[in-house]
């Protein structure tokens, strides 16, 4: 177990040190053909490492999936299902393929598999008012300006300054639904291949049969004005064909397996046993051991059929730990990055008797973590610190979790605040919700809890918002970016540092930019140079000519009060703050007072921890809702202690889901001294939140229950931390150890 405030060095003991150089000494075995198809590991900056053994990583990333995966999919329930139905189903539909909606020999022809119908509502996505060259077609990626809207002007179908609407029927119907059309008098500029796609299908094959990796804020509005989904008519939501519907085992079809609850599986498989005999029993035995692994993990209330980006952040972790149960390997180091993470108490109970019981067959579990239980079930517990970033990357402790140093104990408000008044939500009844009923009090620090699954995000984060839309909601979305990311660019502030430098310079802010004409010109603004070595791993070294800053001489040659761009990009937040205006500043306080700033404004996001990255992300949003008045804001002092605020005078309505996640005590505690600031100046905030330290702090406590899908979706609670240590809700016990424990 290795723990230790967000920052530390835990991330870079364990994954980038021990499970780097483990999975590069595995991969050296592989021939030099297959290793250049293999992830590739620098060399960890060790002077000896011994005992490493085969490692499987689980880190922080999402489950990864689209519109077609599904809870089947990613525990790999999907193929022996299908191959049970395939050799016994009546009438047989085929081979196991026939029986997957992902496979064209089983896909209902209608929707593709997909279960659902988009419908484009074409008067929307386009203002008849308007030319090509004005901006007819109301989607961003064919605004004017852009490579797809330059295919539709360089077409030659139409005159692009004539208005839609004067366009003769048949010119607008091939503009639209044009597919793979040979185009027979192109203008200059348009691709060689003379081939020529419509609006509509390019939205399709982009945005509708595939799910982007990325879509921007305007693609994402631009969907929701012009798409709409509906259940798909001709399998009703099964996806597949007639053929497959109509197969059946036990009286059900696969569409109807997948679609009850994983905890009433069993019940059909003890049917199929007894009716189809030892014949069945090696497929039925490996369902049925799946099924008992997504039991164990507290998922039975889930369908197969669930599609995986809907998942919840906890049930998303559960999946992928279920993925390492029952696998028949010894003697593996399993790697596990903030496994709790959103997860209730009472749910990472159940995942720490997971993690003993591979250790017990024969392996060695490496968790990293901030859970108390999870550290009290720990044999071993690693502490890196004192601090972050600089102030960190020690071991301050190493030996058994009862012997650790303990944090400073939780302890329950003593006197909630006063509210300034009352939003009620009455009869909610979407996704799991039963008919839910709730009040949330304006003007203090309201915690919603429950366990994973219960109905807490869908309740606060869709039906909430939708009733008072005055609320900023902060999600669980990661934070994207990468090597070319970095604070400034995460918090919008990179614009005013180069324009700083534009004004000194007299030249434009680009170039003070390393994504653009300030890139050095030897490593393109990366600030290293890498060597393609063939079958051999690349050789990256740093750029000589712009001593890794990544900036050219022209840039470099700039300065403000002393100091060049690069120079900047080695600063403090605070330190940065204290050279722009007074908005921007009050940004970058905003990464001071969530913990970060201790970081420089040029680190970049791929450089940062889990906890760094969600704090970062908070911090931005909290900036949107304060300084632009996202949501209103107040105003505070300008140092890096006050709210960071510029005049803003409507206080802050925001609900932030699960922001203590990959977060220790210590930090938990930095953010709660945040939120009771933004109270204080006037502000309602409301915290989705498994930290029972943050449970204990609130004013209001709201707790989602009593279980998870079906048996969750009611209010089981409304009160004070103190009433709910003693209500007898799960929660409520949780809570009542936790402060016994602590001395709370």
Not at 185 to 193: K, Q, W
Not at 530 to 551: H, N
Request: aromatic share 4%; hydrophobic share 40%.
């Amino acid at each position: 177990m290795v723990t230790g405030v967000s920052g530390s060095g835990k991330t870079s003991l364990v994954i980038d040190t021990v499970a780097a150089e483990a999975q590069r000494a595995t991969a050296a075995d592989f021939p030099s053909f297959v290793r250049t198809r293999m992830a590739r590991f620098p060399p960890a900056d060790v002077d000896r490492i011994d005992g490493l053994t085969f490692t499987s990583v689980v880190d922080q990333r999402r489950l990864t999936g689209n519109a077609r995966s599904t809870v089947a999919t990613a525990v790999d329930l999907a193929v022996p299902l299908r191959m049970l139905f395939s050799r016994f189903a009546s009438p047989s539909a085929g081979f196991s393929p026939a029986y997957s909606r992902n496979d064209p020999s089983g896909m209902c022809p209608r929707c593709e598999g997909l279960a659902t119908v988009t419908v484009i509502d074409e008067d929307a996505l386009v203002d008849p008012s308007r030319s090509l060259d004005a901006g007819a077609v109301q989607f961003p990626t064919f605004a004017p300006g852009t490579y797809r809207w330059r295919r539709l002007v360089t077409s030659g179908l139409c005159d692009p300054g004539v208005p839609w609407g004067e366009l003769p029927s048949h010119t607008r119907d091939l503009l639209l639904h044009a597919r793979d059309l040979q185009l027979e008098s192109p203008l200059p500029g348009y691709p060689a291949h003379g081939r020529f796609d419509g609006v509509v299908p390019r939205i399709r094959d982009s945005y509708l049969r595939r799910t982007p990796t990325r879509l921007s804020a305007a693609e994402r509005a631009g969907l929701d004005a012009v798409v709409s989904r509906t259940t798909c008519p001709e399998c009703s939501g099964a996806g597949l064909n007639a053929a497959a519907r109509a197969s059946l085992l036990c009286g059900e079809s696969i569409a109807q397996w997948c679609a009850i609850p994983v905890d009433r599986l069993h019940g059909l498989l003890d049917r199929a046993d007894e009716e189809l005999g030892e014949a069945a029993a090696p497929l039925t035995a490996e369902i049925s051991r799946r099924v008992d692994a997504l039991l164990t993990v507290g998922l039975g209330y889930l369908t197969l059929d669930r599609p995986t980006p809907t998942l919840s952040g906890g049930e998303a972790r559960r999946i992928r730990t279920v993925r390492h149960l029952g696998s028949p390997l010894t003697e593996v180091t399993y790697i596990f990055d903030e496994p709790s993470a959103g997860l209730h108490p009472h749910d990472v109970r159940r995942l720490t008797g997971l993690l003993g019981e591979l250790r017990d067959r024969g392996n060695t579990v490496l968790v990293i973590d901030h859970s108390p239980d999870v550290i009290a079930a720990a044999d071993h517990v690693v502490v890196t610190g004192p601090g972050a970033g600089s102030s960190g990357g020690r071991v301050t402790y190493c030996g058994p979790a009862a012997s650790m140093p303990s944090p400073d104990p939780a302890v329950v408000r003593s006197r909630v605040r006063t509210p300034s008044g009352a939003l009620p939500l009455a009869h909610v009844r979407s996704n799991n919700l039963r008919d839910v009923s709730v009040t949330v009090p304006e003007g203090v620090l309201t915690v919603v809890t429950g366990v994973a699954g219960s109905g807490k995000s869908s309740l606060f984060t869709v039906d909430f918002p939708a009733a008072f839309p005055d609320f900023t909601v902060v999600g669980q979305e990661p934070l994207r970016g990468g090597r070319r990311s970095d604070l400034l660019t995460v918090t919008g502030v990179a614009d005013a540092v180069r324009s700083l430098f534009a004004a000194s310079s007299g030249g434009p802010a680009a170039w003070f930019s390393r994504n653009s004409q300030g890139a050095c010109p030897d490593c393109h603004g990366s600030g290293e140079v890498r060597t393609d070595l063939a079958f051999m791993d690349d050789l990256r070294v740093r750029c000589e000519a712009c001593g890794g800053t990544g900036f050219n001489d022209r840039a470099l040659a700039t300065t403000v009060e002393g100091l060049t761009v690069a120079d900047v990009g080695g600063m403090s937040a605070a330190a940065v703050a204290d050279l722009l205006g007074e908005k921007d500043a009050a940004r970058l306080r905003w990464v001071c007072r969530v913990g970060l700033g201790y970081l420089a404004v040029g680190r970049t996001v791929d450089r940062l921890s889990g906890g760094e990255r969600q704090r970062l992300l908070l911090a931005r949003h909290l900036a949107e809702a304060v300084v632009d008045g996202g949501s209103g804001g107040s105003s505070g002092s300008s140092g890096s202690g006050g709210s960071g605020g510029s005049g803003a005078t409507k206080p802050v309505k925001i609900i932030l889901d699960e922001p203590m996640t990959g977060l220790n005590a210590s930090d938990v505690d930095l953010l709660l001294t945040v939120f009771d600031d933004l109270v204080e100046a006037g502000g309602t905030v409301i915290v989705i939140e498994h930290s029972l330290r943050a449970v204990a702090r609130a004013d209001h406590v709201i707790d989602i229950g009593p279980g998870a899908g079906t048996e969750g979706g009611r209010v089981v609670f409304e009160g004070t931390p103190a009433d709910l240590s003693i209500s007898g809700t799960l929660t409520g016990l949780c809570l009542s150890e936790y402060l016994n424990g602590m001395g709370g």
